[in-house]
């Protein structure tokens, strides 16, 4: 498969995590995606199966929370939030999606309802491994979905998706999750003013890193600052969480709700009965076009 650049390589994990989940029983499990393990590269499905016995899904997120503790269930809960914000946009009648910065993510394959299209867009290099493991996996990308190759932080996002059929007049769903922290602050202003084209009533669900994570660690995660932002200096933008209301409106954008650490525990993981640390690192905002 396409040799992918160091930024476009982190997909894998967050997608072993989806996979390892399906092996919680229903009442504790918290995201469905029964295409995760499939779109995983065969060296690491055998790791995955393994977590079929609970006291190996246990030394797993051990594992992965000694390297970033929280990390593991920071990931479930976001990609729940966003599949329940994704689902509350189709089912008040939104019917485009565009995932910026899609990786190995299923949920425009999994949610995008009949009649909808999908438009995904990522690094070139992630787009064509992508395409080719959809297709060792069904046979083919699903009709609905559109598969772009982009670069952020130079390329017309809106001419970009006009040429796959993308309808600017209608209102859409925009998810950018877990993408804002690999681009430059230019990227991310150039994105949002791609996003400040979009129709009135669209949605918009991203992440973002706590600035002042970036700008000197902490929160308990010293390996995973060392890793990202200091030698791999993969990391390169932050908020705080005070700056969010302001930055979208400036684009047009109102922000309605920012969630982390505290509400996942309360919204996903207690009515679970999961026990299941979450790293506060980590945001999600959900916010509407005027």
Same mark, same amino acid.
């Given at each position: 498969? !396409? ?7 982190? #997909? ?15 009442? =504790? ?10 779109? +995983?590269?065969?060296? &690491? ?10 006291? @190996? ?6 594992? $992965? ?20 914000? #994704? ?7 939104? !019917?485009?999606? @565009? ?34 493991? +959809? ?39 925009? @998810? ?6 690999? &681009? ?6 150039? !994105?949002?003013?791609? &996003? ?5 009533? $669209?949605?918009?669900?991203?992440? %973002? ?17 060392? *890793? ?14 005070? *700056?969010? $209301?302001?930055? &979208?409106?400036? %684009? ?10 505290? *509400? %996942? ?13 979450? $790293? ?5 905002? %959900?916010?509407?076009? =005027?």
């Amino acid at each position: 498969m !396409t040799r992918r650049p160091a930024a476009a390589q982190t #997909a894998l994990g967050p997608m072993m995590i989806a996979a390892a989940e399906q092996y919680e029983p229903p009442g =504790r499990r918290l995201i469905d995606d029964g295409l995760a393990i499939g779109l +995983l590269p065969v060296s &690491l499905r055998a790791a995955v199966r393994a977590c079929r016995w609970p006291a @190996v899904r246990r030394w797993m997120i051990a594992a $992965s929370d000694k390297r970033a503790p929280g990390i593991w269930g920071a990931v479930l809960c976001r990609k729940r939030y966003a599949d329940d914000q #994704a689902t509350e946009a189709f089912q008040a009648g939104i !019917t485009q999606v @565009v995932v910026l910065g899609a990786g190995l993510d299923t949920r425009a394959c999994r949610l995008t309802p009949s009649g909808g299209r999908a438009y995904e867009l990522d690094l070139p290099a992630n787009v064509e491994d992508k395409r080719q493991r +959809l297709q060792t996996l069904s046979g083919a990308v699903p009709e609905h979905v559109r598969l772009i190759g982009v670069d952020f932080e130079i390329d017309d996002l809106g001419g970009v998706l006009a040429e796959h059929g993308f309808q600017t007049g209608r209102p859409v769903v925009f @998810v950018w999750e877990a993408v804002t922290q690999y &681009l430059t602050e230019e990227g991310v202003r150039a !994105t949002l003013a791609f &996003l400040s084209q979009a129709a009135a009533g $669209s949605r918009l669900l991203f992440t %973002y890193v706590l600035r002042d994570f970036l700008d000197g660690g902490g929160h308990g995660a010293t390996a995973l600052y060392e *890793e990202f932002v200091v030698k791999r200096r993969l990391w390169r933008f932050g908020l705080a969480p005070g *700056e969010v $209301s302001g930055l &979208l409106a400036s %684009y047009g954008w109102v922000e309605r709700e920012q969630v982390g650490a505290a *509400e %996942y525990q309360a919204r996903y993981l207690e009515p679970a009965g999961r026990e299941l640390p979450v $790293s506060d690192l980590e945001r999600f905002v %959900y916010a509407e076009k =005027r």
